[in-house]
């Protein structure tokens, strides 16, 4: 299924700054999604992975069962010829797993035509972006990590194709989960299916961006917990302290009012006992 629209792309610097949108190349993207050769591609692939090393032991490969258990008559048991028949405890195994190959062989223009239509799909959902351009001088997994975070796509698989082999890139993006970085010419059928958004650098599809002005993003501040409103808030802050000082003067003044209380019982004993002597 082909279509005549040209599709676009979003476009960003490896920082994260908004570019132009790109045009992405007609005799690629041409709008064609087939999926029963998408499937046919995808299934070769993960047979491709089997190792194949599953493997069992028939009657002659069990040690042992050489002698006759018993002899063939007089016994009133069942004729028996070996201890290692399928039907016996330890026996061998009838018709089970051995060694062998699970790969299939999918022809490279069928190949092609499967990695065109799942990058179709990817563009047709959206889901391409271009990079202008990876220049890592060393491995740094947090500039991946800021990458994908400013994209709004942390939460997603991304796919991250480079123009030819960079290692550093490799590298930065080998710790986190979510991340695959590849090649180009690399890339399969399954790596794009498997990924929600694909990173493409714009020189692997015949791009040169040219550079522009751009800045390193905010560091993110890490609060203790929400604040609802900011102006409540601070108007909180500066009546609590008016708050503590109240209360500690409180305590003060009842200990005040104590004092005065304790100092005029005596002075009131002492005046009914200099009534009592003048009567």
């Known amino acids: 299924m082909a279509d005549n629209t040209t599709l676009q792309a979003s476009a960003y610097t490896a920082l994260g700054t908004a570019r132009d949108a790109v045009a992405l190349p007609e005799d690629l993207f041409d709008g064609t999604v087939n999926m029963p050769v998408m499937h046919q591609a995808v ?14 032991k028939i009657r002659k490969y069990v040690t042992g069962g050489n002698q006759k258990p018993w002899k063939q008559k007089g016994t009133g048991r069942a004729r028996a010829g070996s201890a290692r028949a399928p039907h016996w405890v330890g026996g061998g195994t009838v018709f089970g797993p051995l060694p062998r190959s699970y790969a299939q062989y999918v022809p490279s223009k069928v190949r092609a035509l499967a990695r065109k239509s799942a990058l179709n799909a990817r563009a047709r959902e959206n889901a391409i972006v271009v990079i202008d351009r990876f220049e890592y001088d060393a491995p740094k997994t947090s500039r991946i990590k800021a990458l994908v975070d400013r994209l709004g796509v942390g939460d997603k698989k991304v796919l991250i194709l480079t123009d030819g082999v960079k290692p550093n890139v490799f590298l930065s993006g080998r710790n986190l989960p979510t991340v695959h970085v590849l090649p180009y010419s690399d890339v399969s059928t399954y790596h794009i299916l498997w990924s929600d958004v694909v990173l493409i650098e714009a020189g692997a599809i015949g791009h040169t961006l040219a550079p522009i002005a751009e800045r390193e993003p905010a560091p993110a501040t890490i609060r203790k917990g929400p604040v609802k409103n900011p102006t409540k808030a601070a108007a909180a802050a500066k009546k609590a302290p008016v708050k503590k000082a109240a209360a500690k003067k409180a305590p003060a003044a009842k200990k005040a009012v104590a004092k005065k209380a304790a100092a005029k019982k005596p002075v009131a004993k002492k005046a009914a006992a200099k009534k009592k002597g003048g009567k």
């Open 43 to 56: 299934k070769a692939f993960l047979a491709n992975q089997r190792q194949g090393n599953a493997s069992t």
